[in-house]
């Protein structure tokens, strides 16, 4: 799956003041994305703060997604979630004619041991007709998909990745060392995408490539091709919006950049609210700076 190496996007959803969907908004931030040249998009998330959208609005969003992206780049659709009969039933009567691959989430809350997590997603690879990402984020699920589980997982026919979050580099090198010839591991943490790739990954799906896809994608770029000291100088400028990005939470951080951009607004839903004056001001003086 060459066509997920690199920068994936993990797009935001964003709405107007009163809560309602934007579509104007989002059509600009695909476009924005797709000039600065990442390499795929990533549809319903947690970025896209999927957990507040109905299933009509899901529906929307990604019908929208697809048509504006008329096939300029690869898309990967998230469906995931703690029932895995309900995962199944999602993927099965879902059209995911227009996508590449599923992301699919440690199943979150229910804290499944070790054994429950791979056969969480033994069935679901089963189940579908395309192939899945596994997605590994404990802050967010309460558990950890282990380096051991994982390349387990590997090795069934219809899995061909991870997106670590986990961040603990160690299980990620594990991962690294263990996994087969084509499967993919890219980073679900941005501050530690470059050094995932130059230790041997393949790319990142990343936040805060909405807000600057022309740099994050040159660093990560860079550092696939073994340009490691640019990348690194690249990615050391951006650090400060990596740490305004999640610094009240995702995507609070990353709407804030996007607003101040211009490219769309920074309403978030309940139980979310937009970014502090604090924080926003920050994200302005880094951005004219």
Not at 116 to 126: F, L, P, Q
Not at 162 to 187: H, I, M, R, W, Y
Not at 215 to 240: C, D, H, M, V
């Amino acid at each position: 799956m060459n066509t997920l190496r690199g920068t994936g996007i993990a797009l935001v959803t964003p709405f107007h003041t009163d809560g309602t969907i934007d579509f104007e908004g989002l059509t600009s931030l695909i476009d924005y994305c797709i000039e600065g040249k990442v390499d795929y998009l990533v549809v319903l998330g947690t970025t896209a703060e999927s957990a507040t959208l109905t299933s009509s609005e899901k529906q929307e969003v990604v019908k929208h997604i697809v048509k504006v992206n008329d096939k300029r780049l690869p898309l990967v659709l998230g469906i995931g979630g703690n029932n895995t009969a309900a995962v199944i039933n999602e993927i099965e009567t879902t059209d995911l004619t227009d996508f590449d691959a599923v992301l699919s989430v440690v199943p979150m809350y229910n804290k499944p041991s070790q054994e429950g997590i791979y056969n969480h997603y033994k069935e679901i690879a089963a189940a579908s007709t395309k192939p899945i990402l596994l997605y590994n984020v404990p802050s967010r699920t309460a558990v950890n998909m282990t380096a051991a589980t994982t390349l387990r997982l590997a090795a069934l026919d219809n899995i061909i990745g991870v997106k670590e979050a986990t961040g603990d580099f160690s299980q990620v090198l594990n991962v690294l060392k263990g996994k087969p010839e084509g499967f993919l591991v890219l980073s679900g943490d941005d501050a530690l995408a470059l050094p995932l790739v130059t230790a041997g990954g393949d790319g990142v799906i990343s936040v805060i490539g909405q807000g600057f896809p022309h740099e994050f994608s040159q660093i990560i770029r860079k550092g696939l091709e073994n340009q490691t000291t640019e990348a690194y100088q690249e990615l050391y400028k951006l650090l400060p919006a990596i740490d305004y990005a999640f610094e009240e939470g995702n995507p609070v951080g990353i709407k804030s950049i996007l607003k101040t951009k211009g490219i769309c607004g920074d309403a978030v839903r309940l139980p979310l609210i937009a970014a502090s004056a604090q924080l926003t001001s920050k994200i302005e003086a880094y951005i004219k700076q």
